[in-house]
Protein backbone atom coordinates (compact mmCIF):
# COMPACT_ATOMS: atom_id res chain seq x y z
CA UNK A 1 0.00 0.00 0.00
CA UNK A 2 1.65 3.02 -1.53
CA UNK A 3 2.39 5.88 1.67
CA UNK A 4 0.21 8.70 -0.29
CA UNK A 5 0.48 11.26 2.42
CA UNK A 6 4.73 11.06 2.19
CA UNK A 7 3.74 12.22 -1.74
CA UNK A 8 1.75 14.49 -0.88
CA UNK A 9 4.07 16.18 1.09
CA UNK A 10 6.53 16.31 -1.54
CA UNK A 11 3.98 18.62 -3.45
CA UNK A 12 3.75 22.25 -3.00
CA UNK A 13 0.14 22.28 -1.57
CA UNK A 14 0.30 19.22 0.54
CA UNK A 15 3.69 21.02 1.77
CA UNK A 16 1.82 24.38 2.22
CA UNK A 17 -1.18 22.59 4.07
CA UNK A 18 0.55 20.32 5.75
CA UNK A 19 3.09 22.75 7.11
CA UNK A 20 0.33 24.81 8.45
CA UNK A 21 -1.48 22.57 10.29
CA UNK A 22 2.18 21.34 12.20
CA UNK A 23 1.63 17.91 10.69
CA UNK A 24 4.67 15.40 10.24
CA UNK A 25 7.15 16.61 7.39
CA UNK A 26 8.14 13.33 6.12
CA UNK A 27 11.33 14.08 3.88
CA UNK A 28 12.03 11.36 1.08
CA UNK A 29 15.04 9.36 1.56
CA UNK A 30 17.69 7.93 -0.78
CA UNK A 31 18.36 3.65 -1.00
CA UNK A 32 21.65 3.14 -2.38
CA UNK A 33 22.00 1.22 -5.72
CA UNK A 34 25.13 0.12 -7.44
CA UNK A 35 26.93 2.45 -8.98
CA UNK A 36 25.55 5.83 -7.12
CA UNK A 37 27.87 7.63 -4.71
CA UNK A 38 27.19 6.76 -0.99
CA UNK A 39 27.45 10.78 -0.01
CA UNK A 40 26.40 13.38 -1.92
CA UNK A 41 28.60 15.84 -0.87
CA UNK A 42 31.89 16.26 1.37
CA UNK A 43 32.51 13.96 4.63
CA UNK A 44 33.15 16.27 7.81
CA UNK A 45 35.51 15.23 10.06
CA UNK A 46 35.58 16.86 13.50
CA UNK A 47 37.17 15.72 17.03
CA UNK A 48 35.89 16.57 20.53
CA UNK A 49 38.99 18.29 22.70
CA UNK A 50 42.27 16.15 21.40
CA UNK A 51 41.73 12.63 20.46
CA UNK A 52 44.50 9.72 20.22
CA UNK A 53 42.59 7.95 17.47
CA UNK A 54 41.93 10.89 15.62
CA UNK A 55 44.47 9.84 13.47
CA UNK A 56 43.38 6.46 12.73
CA UNK A 57 39.51 7.30 12.50
CA UNK A 58 40.76 9.84 9.39
CA UNK A 59 42.94 6.84 7.95
CA UNK A 60 40.04 4.61 7.88
CA UNK A 61 37.49 7.39 6.96
CA UNK A 62 39.94 8.18 3.99
CA UNK A 63 40.15 4.44 2.89
CA UNK A 64 36.34 4.97 2.08
CA UNK A 65 36.61 6.90 -0.53
CA UNK A 66 34.43 9.42 0.78
CA UNK A 67 35.57 13.24 0.03
CA UNK A 68 36.67 13.66 4.11
CA UNK A 69 37.24 17.07 5.01
CA UNK A 70 37.51 19.08 8.00
CA UNK A 71 35.48 22.33 6.41
CA UNK A 72 32.65 22.42 4.37
CA UNK A 73 30.05 24.69 3.99
CA UNK A 74 27.16 21.98 3.25
CA UNK A 75 28.60 18.44 4.63
CA UNK A 76 26.78 15.59 3.61
CA UNK A 77 27.75 13.74 6.71
CA UNK A 78 29.34 14.33 9.79
CA UNK A 79 31.51 12.78 12.12
CA UNK A 80 32.78 13.52 15.31
CA UNK A 81 35.51 12.00 17.64
CA UNK A 82 33.96 11.97 21.02
CA UNK A 83 36.59 9.45 22.44
CA UNK A 84 38.03 11.63 24.09
CA UNK A 85 35.03 12.76 25.94
CA UNK A 86 35.89 11.34 29.50
CA UNK A 87 34.53 14.06 31.67
CA UNK A 88 30.87 15.80 32.02
CA UNK A 89 32.98 19.23 31.59
CA UNK A 90 34.18 17.66 28.18
CA UNK A 91 31.12 17.46 26.69
CA UNK A 92 30.80 21.31 26.33
CA UNK A 93 33.54 20.15 23.16
CA UNK A 94 30.41 18.19 21.58
CA UNK A 95 28.28 21.41 21.37
CA UNK A 96 31.52 23.35 20.59
CA UNK A 97 31.94 21.28 17.58
CA UNK A 98 28.60 20.57 15.92
CA UNK A 99 26.76 23.57 17.12
CA UNK A 100 28.40 25.78 14.53
CA UNK A 101 27.87 23.01 11.78
CA UNK A 102 24.28 20.97 12.47
CA UNK A 103 22.57 23.35 10.52
CA UNK A 104 24.30 23.04 7.33
CA UNK A 105 24.18 19.42 7.47
CA UNK A 106 22.67 18.56 3.47
CA UNK A 107 18.88 16.80 3.37
CA UNK A 108 19.24 13.40 3.76
CA UNK A 109 22.79 14.02 6.12
CA UNK A 110 24.69 11.61 8.20
CA UNK A 111 26.02 12.51 11.55
CA UNK A 112 28.11 9.64 13.37
CA UNK A 113 29.10 10.08 16.92
CA UNK A 114 32.05 8.16 18.04
CA UNK A 115 32.51 6.89 21.07
CA UNK A 116 34.04 4.13 24.18
CA UNK A 117 32.06 1.83 25.97
CA UNK A 118 31.27 3.16 29.05
CA UNK A 119 34.08 2.86 31.79
CA UNK A 120 33.01 0.39 34.76
CA UNK A 121 35.72 0.96 36.94
CA UNK A 122 35.46 5.29 35.84
CA UNK A 123 32.43 7.11 36.85
CA UNK A 124 32.83 10.18 35.36
CA UNK A 125 34.10 8.61 31.73
CA UNK A 126 30.92 6.35 31.92
CA UNK A 127 29.00 9.34 32.86
CA UNK A 128 30.33 10.81 30.14
CA UNK A 129 29.95 8.69 27.27
CA UNK A 130 26.90 7.30 28.77
CA UNK A 131 25.62 10.80 27.84
CA UNK A 132 26.65 11.02 24.38
CA UNK A 133 23.49 8.55 23.85
CA UNK A 134 21.38 11.24 25.11
CA UNK A 135 22.86 13.20 23.02
CA UNK A 136 22.36 11.46 19.81
CA UNK A 137 18.53 9.61 20.27
CA UNK A 138 18.00 13.59 20.87
CA UNK A 139 19.48 14.96 18.13
CA UNK A 140 17.88 12.21 15.68
CA UNK A 141 14.17 13.41 17.07
CA UNK A 142 15.28 17.03 16.47
CA UNK A 143 17.48 16.89 13.11
CA UNK A 144 14.37 16.46 10.71
CA UNK A 145 14.99 16.25 6.22
CA UNK A 146 15.55 12.85 6.33
CA UNK A 147 18.68 13.15 8.15
CA UNK A 148 19.91 10.21 10.98
CA UNK A 149 21.97 10.31 13.89
CA UNK A 150 23.98 7.41 15.69
CA UNK A 151 26.39 6.68 18.17
CA UNK A 152 29.49 4.08 17.44
CA UNK A 153 31.25 2.98 20.34
CA UNK A 154 34.63 1.44 19.19
CA UNK A 155 37.73 -0.51 21.01
CA UNK A 156 39.57 2.25 20.50
CA UNK A 157 42.99 0.10 19.97
CA UNK A 158 41.12 -1.09 17.22
CA UNK A 159 39.76 1.89 15.20
CA UNK A 160 40.50 -0.65 11.91
CA UNK A 161 37.14 -3.11 13.29
CA UNK A 162 35.11 0.19 12.51
CA UNK A 163 35.17 0.13 8.44
CA UNK A 164 32.41 -2.04 7.74
CA UNK A 165 29.96 0.12 10.03
CA UNK A 166 31.35 3.58 8.81
CA UNK A 167 30.78 2.80 5.51
CA UNK A 168 27.19 1.76 6.41
CA UNK A 169 26.36 4.19 8.10
CA UNK A 170 27.73 6.61 6.08
CA UNK A 171 25.47 5.92 3.46
CA UNK A 172 21.83 5.26 2.55
CA UNK A 173 22.10 1.93 3.03
CA UNK A 174 21.37 3.22 6.19
CA UNK A 175 18.84 5.52 5.15
CA UNK A 176 15.92 3.95 7.78
CA UNK A 177 18.35 4.02 11.19
CA UNK A 178 18.31 6.37 13.25
CA UNK A 179 19.25 7.13 17.02
CA UNK A 180 21.16 3.97 17.47
CA UNK A 181 24.05 3.19 19.69
CA UNK A 182 26.75 0.43 17.88
CA UNK A 183 28.82 -1.03 20.38
CA UNK A 184 32.06 -2.98 18.06
CA UNK A 185 34.59 -5.47 19.70
CA UNK A 186 38.03 -5.68 19.09
CA UNK A 187 37.78 -8.20 16.63
CA UNK A 188 39.66 -7.88 13.40
CA UNK A 189 38.29 -7.15 10.39
CA UNK A 190 38.07 -10.09 7.88
CA UNK A 191 39.40 -9.16 4.53
CA UNK A 192 37.74 -7.63 1.37
CA UNK A 193 38.81 -7.94 -1.87
CA UNK A 194 36.27 -6.05 -3.31
CA UNK A 195 33.64 -3.34 -1.19
CA UNK A 196 31.38 -3.89 -4.08
CA UNK A 197 31.00 -7.77 -3.72
CA UNK A 198 31.88 -8.19 -0.11
CA UNK A 199 29.87 -11.46 -0.09
CA UNK A 200 31.65 -12.74 -2.87
CA UNK A 201 32.18 -16.35 -2.39
CA UNK A 202 30.21 -16.95 0.29
CA UNK A 203 27.19 -19.18 1.20
CA UNK A 204 24.19 -17.21 2.87
CA UNK A 205 20.50 -19.00 3.23
CA UNK A 206 17.66 -17.42 4.52
CA UNK A 207 14.46 -18.55 5.94
CA UNK A 208 11.41 -17.11 4.91
CA UNK A 209 12.71 -15.57 1.68
CA UNK A 210 9.41 -15.99 -0.81
CA UNK A 211 8.38 -12.85 -0.20
CA UNK A 212 8.25 -9.74 2.19
CA UNK A 213 11.45 -8.58 3.61
CA UNK A 214 13.13 -12.11 3.53
CA UNK A 215 13.07 -11.57 -0.47
CA UNK A 216 14.51 -8.23 -0.08
CA UNK A 217 17.25 -10.01 2.09
CA UNK A 218 18.02 -12.65 -0.13
CA UNK A 219 17.84 -9.95 -3.27
CA UNK A 220 20.95 -7.80 -1.56
CA UNK A 221 23.08 -10.38 -0.25
CA UNK A 222 23.22 -12.27 -4.35
CA UNK A 223 23.68 -8.71 -5.14
CA UNK A 224 26.44 -8.23 -3.02
CA UNK A 225 27.92 -11.46 -4.29
CA UNK A 226 27.14 -14.37 -1.92
CA UNK A 227 25.44 -17.37 -3.48
CA UNK A 228 22.11 -17.55 -1.55
CA UNK A 229 19.69 -20.39 -0.31
CA UNK A 230 15.66 -19.28 -0.30
CA UNK A 231 13.78 -21.29 2.78
CA UNK A 232 10.31 -20.97 3.13
CA UNK A 233 7.23 -23.41 3.41
CA UNK A 234 6.30 -25.91 1.11
CA UNK A 235 2.83 -24.44 0.92
CA UNK A 236 4.69 -21.42 -0.65
CA UNK A 237 6.97 -23.44 -3.01
CA UNK A 238 5.90 -21.57 -6.09
CA UNK A 239 6.57 -17.99 -4.71
CA UNK A 240 9.67 -19.57 -3.28
CA UNK A 241 10.54 -20.52 -6.74
CA UNK A 242 10.14 -17.46 -8.52
CA UNK A 243 12.27 -15.36 -5.92
CA UNK A 244 14.92 -17.62 -6.14
CA UNK A 245 15.31 -18.02 -10.09
CA UNK A 246 14.96 -14.68 -10.00
CA UNK A 247 17.82 -14.07 -7.94
CA UNK A 248 19.85 -17.26 -9.60
CA UNK A 249 19.68 -18.29 -5.92
CA UNK A 250 18.32 -22.11 -4.88
CA UNK A 251 14.98 -22.73 -3.58
CA UNK A 252 14.68 -24.88 -0.25
CA UNK A 253 10.90 -25.97 0.51
CA UNK A 254 11.15 -26.44 3.86
CA UNK A 255 9.28 -25.56 7.12
CA UNK A 256 11.93 -24.18 9.24
CA UNK A 257 9.67 -25.97 12.58
CA UNK A 258 10.45 -29.26 11.31
CA UNK A 259 12.02 -31.50 13.29
CA UNK A 260 14.84 -32.78 10.81
CA UNK A 261 15.50 -28.94 9.49
CA UNK A 262 19.29 -28.67 10.37
CA UNK A 263 20.18 -32.03 8.55
CA UNK A 264 17.73 -30.98 5.35
CA UNK A 265 19.97 -27.35 5.53
CA UNK A 266 23.13 -28.84 6.46
CA UNK A 267 22.15 -31.30 3.05
CA UNK A 268 21.37 -28.61 0.72
CA UNK A 269 24.60 -26.89 1.79
CA UNK A 270 27.52 -29.47 1.29
CA UNK A 271 29.91 -26.42 1.48
CA UNK A 272 28.86 -24.71 4.37
CA UNK A 273 26.91 -21.82 5.40
CA UNK A 274 28.60 -18.34 5.80
CA UNK A 275 25.62 -16.61 6.71
CA UNK A 276 22.34 -17.52 8.24
CA UNK A 277 19.80 -15.75 8.48
CA UNK A 278 17.18 -16.58 10.67
CA UNK A 279 13.99 -14.32 9.26
CA UNK A 280 10.61 -16.41 9.06
CA UNK A 281 8.20 -15.47 11.14
CA UNK A 282 4.63 -15.49 12.33
CA UNK A 283 1.75 -13.08 13.86
CA UNK A 284 -1.26 -14.62 15.37
CA UNK A 285 -2.25 -11.44 17.17
CA UNK A 286 -4.95 -11.56 20.58
CA UNK A 287 -4.96 -10.51 23.74
CA UNK A 288 -3.63 -13.21 26.07
CA UNK A 289 -7.50 -13.37 27.74
CA UNK A 290 -8.45 -14.53 24.13
CA UNK A 291 -5.36 -16.39 23.05
CA UNK A 292 -5.85 -19.84 22.61
CA UNK A 293 -2.45 -22.20 23.33
CA UNK A 294 -1.61 -23.59 19.59
CA UNK A 295 -1.71 -19.49 18.47
CA UNK A 296 0.82 -18.78 21.76
CA UNK A 297 2.72 -22.02 20.79
CA UNK A 298 2.95 -21.75 16.54
CA UNK A 299 4.26 -18.31 17.10
CA UNK A 300 7.17 -19.10 20.06
CA UNK A 301 7.65 -22.19 17.72
CA UNK A 302 8.36 -20.55 14.70
CA UNK A 303 9.76 -17.07 15.67
CA UNK A 304 12.09 -18.37 18.40
CA UNK A 305 12.42 -22.11 19.19
CA UNK A 306 12.79 -23.36 15.50
CA UNK A 307 15.61 -20.64 15.73
CA UNK A 308 17.24 -21.82 18.49
CA UNK A 309 16.94 -25.46 17.84
CA UNK A 310 18.73 -24.95 14.13
CA UNK A 311 21.16 -22.38 15.45
CA UNK A 312 22.33 -24.61 17.72
CA UNK A 313 22.70 -27.75 15.57
CA UNK A 314 24.19 -26.17 12.53
CA UNK A 315 26.90 -24.56 14.79
CA UNK A 316 27.29 -27.71 16.67
CA UNK A 317 27.30 -29.68 13.94
CA UNK A 318 29.76 -27.13 11.82
CA UNK A 319 27.22 -26.73 9.40
CA UNK A 320 28.20 -22.45 10.09
CA UNK A 321 31.58 -21.86 8.60
CA UNK A 322 34.08 -20.43 10.53
CA UNK A 323 34.21 -16.61 10.25
CA UNK A 324 30.25 -17.42 9.72
CA UNK A 325 27.39 -14.98 10.41
CA UNK A 326 24.02 -15.65 11.94
CA UNK A 327 21.75 -12.85 12.13
CA UNK A 328 17.82 -13.05 13.26
CA UNK A 329 15.13 -11.03 13.33
CA UNK A 330 13.66 -9.38 16.41
CA UNK A 331 11.09 -6.29 16.49
CA UNK A 332 10.31 -3.87 17.90
CA UNK A 333 7.18 -5.01 19.63
CA UNK A 334 10.03 -7.32 21.51
CA UNK A 335 11.57 -3.98 23.07
CA UNK A 336 8.61 -2.29 23.66
CA UNK A 337 5.51 -4.92 23.71
CA UNK A 338 2.39 -4.42 22.03
CA UNK A 339 -1.35 -4.49 22.73
CA UNK A 340 -2.54 -7.93 21.24
CA UNK A 341 1.01 -9.49 20.81
CA UNK A 342 2.00 -11.41 23.98
CA UNK A 343 3.07 -14.25 22.01
CA UNK A 344 4.64 -12.33 19.34
CA UNK A 345 6.76 -9.93 21.62
CA UNK A 346 7.93 -12.97 24.05
CA UNK A 347 9.32 -14.48 20.85
CA UNK A 348 11.17 -11.30 19.48
CA UNK A 349 12.56 -9.96 22.85
CA UNK A 350 13.82 -14.00 23.15
CA UNK A 351 15.91 -13.20 20.06
CA UNK A 352 17.40 -10.71 21.75
CA UNK A 353 18.22 -12.77 24.84
CA UNK A 354 19.56 -15.23 22.66
CA UNK A 355 21.84 -12.98 20.35
CA UNK A 356 23.24 -10.92 23.73
CA UNK A 357 23.95 -14.44 25.34
CA UNK A 358 25.13 -17.03 22.75
CA UNK A 359 27.45 -13.78 20.57
CA UNK A 360 30.14 -13.86 22.74
CA UNK A 361 30.15 -17.74 23.11
CA UNK A 362 29.81 -18.46 18.92
CA UNK A 363 32.57 -15.54 18.54
CA UNK A 364 34.80 -17.45 20.98
CA UNK A 365 34.45 -21.22 20.20
CA UNK A 366 33.13 -21.27 16.74
CA UNK A 367 34.56 -17.47 15.38
CA UNK A 368 30.89 -16.66 14.61
CA UNK A 369 28.92 -13.51 15.09
CA UNK A 370 25.48 -13.44 15.98
CA UNK A 371 23.08 -10.10 15.63
CA UNK A 372 19.41 -9.44 15.41
CA UNK A 373 17.95 -6.40 13.33
CA UNK A 374 14.73 -5.32 14.93
CA UNK A 375 12.42 -3.64 12.02
CA UNK A 376 9.55 -1.42 13.31
CA UNK A 377 6.87 -0.27 10.52
CA UNK A 378 8.02 -1.97 7.66
CA UNK A 379 5.61 -1.48 4.22
CA UNK A 380 5.58 -5.23 3.82
CA UNK A 381 1.94 -7.39 2.94
CA UNK A 382 1.54 -7.95 6.26
CA UNK A 383 1.77 -4.36 7.61
CA UNK A 384 -0.42 -3.00 4.51
CA UNK A 385 -3.15 -5.86 6.19
CA UNK A 386 -2.88 -3.30 9.07
CA UNK A 387 -6.06 -1.11 9.71
CA UNK A 388 -5.49 1.91 8.23
CA UNK A 389 -5.48 4.21 11.53
CA UNK A 390 -2.95 1.56 13.05
CA UNK A 391 -0.93 1.94 9.80
CA UNK A 392 -0.96 5.38 9.65
CA UNK A 393 0.13 5.74 13.81
CA UNK A 394 2.64 2.78 12.71
CA UNK A 395 4.34 4.83 9.66
CA UNK A 396 4.63 8.67 11.26
CA UNK A 397 5.81 7.24 14.91
CA UNK A 398 9.03 7.82 14.09
CA UNK A 399 11.43 10.52 13.32
CA UNK A 400 11.52 10.09 10.02
CA UNK A 401 8.12 10.27 9.68
CA UNK A 402 7.45 7.33 7.63
CA UNK A 403 7.85 3.20 7.01
CA UNK A 404 10.73 1.51 5.89
CA UNK A 405 11.50 -0.62 3.08
CA UNK A 406 12.12 -4.18 3.20
CA UNK A 407 15.51 -3.26 1.59
CA UNK A 408 16.24 -1.13 4.50
CA UNK A 409 16.12 -4.33 6.79
CA UNK A 410 18.28 -6.55 3.94
CA UNK A 411 20.81 -3.83 3.97
CA UNK A 412 21.25 -3.79 7.58
CA UNK A 413 21.44 -7.87 7.29
CA UNK A 414 24.43 -7.30 4.31
CA UNK A 415 26.01 -5.20 6.77
CA UNK A 416 25.71 -7.91 9.47
CA UNK A 417 27.10 -10.23 7.15
CA UNK A 418 30.02 -8.91 5.74
CA UNK A 419 33.39 -10.89 6.38
CA UNK A 420 34.76 -6.95 7.66
CA UNK A 421 31.93 -7.17 10.18
CA UNK A 422 33.58 -9.28 12.62
CA UNK A 423 33.75 -6.50 15.23
CA UNK A 424 29.66 -6.56 14.99
CA UNK A 425 28.61 -8.86 17.63
CA UNK A 426 25.53 -8.85 19.67
CA UNK A 427 24.37 -6.10 18.61
CA UNK A 428 20.57 -5.06 18.11
CA UNK A 429 19.98 -3.00 15.67
CA UNK A 430 16.66 -0.88 15.55
CA UNK A 431 15.61 -0.54 11.98
CA UNK A 432 13.11 1.72 12.73
CA UNK A 433 13.33 5.43 12.04
CA UNK A 434 13.75 5.82 15.84
CA UNK A 435 10.10 4.75 16.61
CA UNK A 436 8.73 6.44 19.33
CA UNK A 437 8.08 2.99 20.98
CA UNK A 438 10.93 0.94 23.18
CA UNK A 439 13.97 2.85 23.87
N1 LIG B 1 6.91 -6.10 8.31
C1 LIG B 1 7.21 -5.52 9.46
O1 LIG B 1 6.86 -4.36 9.67
C2 LIG B 1 8.04 -6.26 10.50
C3 LIG B 1 8.32 -5.58 11.69
C4 LIG B 1 9.07 -6.23 12.66
C5 LIG B 1 9.56 -7.50 12.45
N2 LIG B 1 9.25 -8.15 11.30
C6 LIG B 1 9.79 -9.51 11.16
O2 LIG B 1 10.47 -9.62 9.92
C7 LIG B 1 10.36 -10.95 9.42
C8 LIG B 1 9.77 -10.94 8.01
O3 LIG B 1 8.54 -10.26 8.04
P1 LIG B 1 7.66 -9.94 6.72
O4 LIG B 1 6.94 -8.69 6.99
O5 LIG B 1 8.50 -10.05 5.53
O6 LIG B 1 6.60 -11.15 6.82
P2 LIG B 1 5.91 -12.02 5.66
O7 LIG B 1 4.75 -12.65 6.30
O8 LIG B 1 5.70 -11.19 4.44
O9 LIG B 1 7.03 -13.10 5.33
C9 LIG B 1 7.40 -14.11 6.23
C10 LIG B 1 7.82 -15.33 5.45
O10 LIG B 1 8.16 -16.35 6.40
C11 LIG B 1 7.64 -17.57 5.91
N3 LIG B 1 7.42 -18.53 7.00
C12 LIG B 1 6.47 -18.49 7.97
N4 LIG B 1 6.55 -19.59 8.73
C13 LIG B 1 7.57 -20.33 8.27
C14 LIG B 1 8.13 -21.58 8.62
N5 LIG B 1 7.63 -22.30 9.64
N6 LIG B 1 9.18 -22.07 7.92
C15 LIG B 1 9.68 -21.37 6.87
N7 LIG B 1 9.18 -20.17 6.47
C16 LIG B 1 8.15 -19.66 7.16
C17 LIG B 1 6.32 -17.17 5.26
O11 LIG B 1 5.84 -18.19 4.38
C18 LIG B 1 6.71 -15.88 4.56
O12 LIG B 1 7.17 -16.10 3.25
C19 LIG B 1 9.49 -11.70 10.44
O13 LIG B 1 10.32 -12.38 11.36
C20 LIG B 1 8.73 -10.59 11.12
O14 LIG B 1 8.31 -10.96 12.41
C21 LIG B 1 8.50 -7.55 10.33
Same mark, same amino acid.
Given at each position: ?87 ? $?????? !? ?72 ? =? ?22 ? &? ?9 ? &? ?20 ? &? ?48 ? =?? !? ?44 ? $? ?7 ? &? ?5 ? $? ?24 ? !? ?32 ? =? ?35 ? =???
Amino acid at each position: MADRYLHFTGTAPGRFLTRRLGLPQPAPLRRWSPGTPSLDGPLLHLTAGESATTKELGALLAETGLDVTGQADRPAAIVLDATAVTTA $GALGEV !HAALHPVVRSLAPGGRIVVVGVRPSAGDHHQAAAQQALEGFVRSLGKEIGKGATVQLLRIEPESVASAGSTLRF =LLSPRSAYISGQVIELTDAAPGPV &ADWTAPLAGRT &ALVTGAARGIGASVASVLARDG &ARVVCLDIPQAADELTRTADRLGATALPLDITAADAAERIAAAVPQGLDV =LV !HNAGITRDRRLANMPADRWASVIDVNLDSVLRTTDALLSSGTVNRD $GRIIATASI &AGIAGNN $GQTNYAASKAGIIGLVRSLAPRAAAD !HGVTVNAVAPGFIETKMTAAVPLFIREAGRRMNS =LSQGGLPVDVAETTAWFAQPASSAVNGQIVRVCGQSL =LGA
